[in-house]
């Protein structure tokens, strides 16, 4: 709010909501102190200035005394260090060595022909760019976070940054690239976006002196973002080599989604991918081949599987009427969602009051989130028992708005990552809570 909503009484709203803020810092004080810890104790205000000035520096680069706040006390009892800065220099050498030394020998030969020419890369300081090719379940993730492990094993920072948030968990000290790299949002207006990153801020320094960046899920990101952190990193390491002289590995697959593209059409999307940029011709590329899930488990069929989707990103499986059909061998055809359901759920009227530990094991996938809420619906109508519904706030904050927002268009809306109007539950079925968290919380350091 302080850093893009241009308040104007800051102070009136961190005096109204301190207690708050600091609420979190105060029980671990008192469970570490006893209750002796007052609520107005200084040291207690203090830690949760410095919380809030490292967040505020990391989303505008600047600290709380630029937006009207208090700036917290560097004190002996309360040093605050570069959260970013030490969240990627403080892993443990040992727990990086034994990640090393326990998974290496389980490489395969590709895998290690990889692993080796990023290292040497790495260690040659020669800048290289390459990107893996890896289709799903070829050992993608296992080998890259090996990489990782190495190089910080050295003592040498490795960022892990990835196109979208799911991925990005995958990977130990994983970003989003837009968090780690400030990837400007204008990228359809701006033909050389640079992102938002000053060269004496905490950021900078962390590029300036990382030694291996591992970009995951680089087919879903736009070439125009590429582009922008390759003239980013070139000013802040005062380097005209491509991405700034530090070695980049790309991974993704360009048979899986390719960049969205706002209103655009298919020609948009290839357009924007990073093949269609000029830095695919310095790239080296790499990739792996061996599917891993099917090679280890030993299974024809699964292996089988692996080909035909293969097939299908490639555009080399047989169509009919531009759509697919699957052997019978590996999948089965439903009539409908009714029977769907029934393969996949059997009898759900009777869930409740039984062990449903066995759902965690089976899912229904859909392309789209309002053929999920469907289908969730018509499970929910089977299952016995009354229902109760909840739903969100539907007024508008200054009632001069009550003509231009009607209560009809309020129920409709459906924000992305938000709940919808209406929630359906029933006693006894399983829901889902998800929390967004703060990964670099842990990474100040408190006297």
């Known amino acids: 709010m302080i850093v893009f909503c241009g308040l104007a009484h800051p102070m009136q709203l961190w005096e109204k909501y301190q207690r708050h803020l600091s609420e979190d810092f105060r029980f671990a004080a008192r469970r570490a102190d006893g209750d002796s810890v007052a609520e107005s104790d200084e040291r207690i205000i203090n830690r949760c200035l410095c919380s809030l000035q490292d967040i505020v520096i990391s989303i505008g680069g600047n600290p709380l005394s630029h937006y009207g706040l208090p700036e917290p006390q560097e004190t002996t009892e309360v040093r605050r260090v570069g959260r970013e800065y030490a969240a990627e220099t403080n892993y443990d050498r040992a727990a990086m060595a034994e990640i090393v030394n326990n998974n ?12 080796e020419r990023i290292l040497r890369s790495v260690s040659q300081q020669d800048g290289g760019i390459f990107f893996l090719d890896a289709p799903g379940g070829t050992g993608k993730t296992f080998l890259t976070r090996l990489l990782l492990a190495e190089v910080r094993r050295q003592e040498k920072i490795a960022l892990a940054v990835a196109s979208s948030g799911i991925a990005a968990t995958l990977l130990p000290g994983g970003k989003t690239a837009h968090s780690m790299f400030k990837i400007p949002l204008d990228l359809d207006i701006n033909e050389t976006p640079v992102c938002a990153i000053s060269r004496n801020s905490e950021k900078a320094k962390i590029l ?10 680089c087919t879903m990101a736009n070439k125009k973002a590429v582009e922008a952190v390759n003239r980013t990193l070139q000013d802040i390491r005062r380097n005209d080599h491509v991405m700034g002289g530090v070695t980049v590995l790309f991974c993704g697959d360009f048979r899986q989604t390719l960049p969205v593209i706002t ?14 940029s000029v830095l695919w011709l310095r790239i080296e590329k790499l990739s792996l081949t061996q599917n891993m899930r099917a090679h280890l488990g030993g299974n024809p ?85 009354d229902q109760v ?27 992305p990552g938000l709940p919808a109007h209406n929630i359906t539950l029933k006693v006894g079925i399983p829901i889902m809570l998800l929390r967004n968290l703060t990964p670099l919380s842990c990474a100040m350091e408190l006297g």
């Open 104 to 115: 290496i020998g389980t490489l395969t030969n590709e895998q290690k022909s990889v692993y």
């Open 208 to 217: 300036a002196e990382c030694s291996l960046i591992v970009w995951d899920e």
């Open 263 to 276: 209103r655009g059409t298919r020609a948009d999307e290839v357009g924007a991918c990073l093949k269609r």
């Open 389 to 415: 519904v909840y739903r969100s706030i539907n007024t508008v904050v200054d009632q001069m708005d009550v003509t231009n927002y009607p209560v009809e268009f309020l129920n409709s809306l459906a924000a």
């Open 301 to 385: 069929s699964a292996q089988e599987f692996s080909g035909v989707l293969l097939k299908i990103g490639e555009g080399s499986f047989p169509e009919s009427s531009n759509s697919v059909t699957l052997p019978d061998n590996l999948c089965k055809i439903v009539a409908s969602v009714e029977e769907l359901i029934d393969l996949v759920y059997g009898d759900v009227s009777q869930l409740i009051g039984q062990d449903n530990s066995w759902l965690c094991e089976r899912a229904i996938l859909t392309p789209k989130n309002d053929q999920a809420a469907a289908i969730n619906q018509i499970i929910l109508e089977r299952i016995e028992g």
